[in-house]
């Protein structure tokens, strides 16, 4: 598939408004085609390296994580499935997923890391109910979809979805207090 002169389907939501069918683009990477793999760089790098600087404020490690992220993501595309979310959702947690691995090996290297933890946080998320922070922590720390973790547990992902949403209300409430 050529990236040049398609119209976008609409199939995903937090897309550009114009361009391409994202998801047929991932294929396309899927199968092989550097320019679709380009293409999905030039669209999602800068949103992969704030992901990464934001996570792990170093900007020489997040764009070192940065690659490593777009580099999963042409190894990995044969894996997206669009039943679980978009490709902004995917190429989001794989960042996500990516640089909170970094950070937890720069944290394993020893107190001389240069990545700062996740600690407080990690603290703040003991404030929660265990299913608040189960949710939070499978969805955000494990890059689960809330249907992943709804069918593992039984559940409907509304009820996943709004206990994740509680536990994020209470932790912004005690960093807002902080």
């Known amino acids: 598939m050529s990236t040049s002169g398609s119209a976008s389907s609409g199939g995903d939501a937090q897309a550009p408004t114009s361009g ?10 899927a199968g092989g085609d550097k320019a679709d793999f380009a293409y999905v760089y030039d669209t999602f790098s800068p949103m992969v390296h704030g992901t990464t600087l ?20 042409w190894r990995d595309s044969a894996r997206y499935v669009p039943a679980r979310g978009s490709v902004h959702a ?19 290297a020893g107190p001389d890391a240069e990545v700062p933890t996740e600690q407080p ?9 265990d299913d608040q922070r189960e ?23 509304e009820v996943v979805r709004h206990r994740s949403a509680e536990g994020m209300a209470a932790l912004l409430s005690l960093l807002g207090a902080a």
């Open 135 to 157: 949710a939070i922590t499978e969805a955000y720390f494990d890059g689960r979809t809330y249907r992943e973790i709804a069918a593992e547990h039984g559940e409907s992902p």
């Open 20 to 29: 391409p069918d994202l998801g047929a683009v991932v294929r396309a990477v």
């Open 90 to 108: 995917w190429v989001a947690a794989t960042a996500h997923r990516r640089a909170v691995e970094r950070a937890r090996a720069e944290h394993a």
């Open 54 to 73: 934001r996570l792990l404020h170093e900007p020489e490690l997040a764009a070192k994580v940065t690659t490593e992220a777009m580099l999963a993501i």
């Open 121 to 129: 946080t990690l603290r703040l998320l003991g404030t929660l109910t």
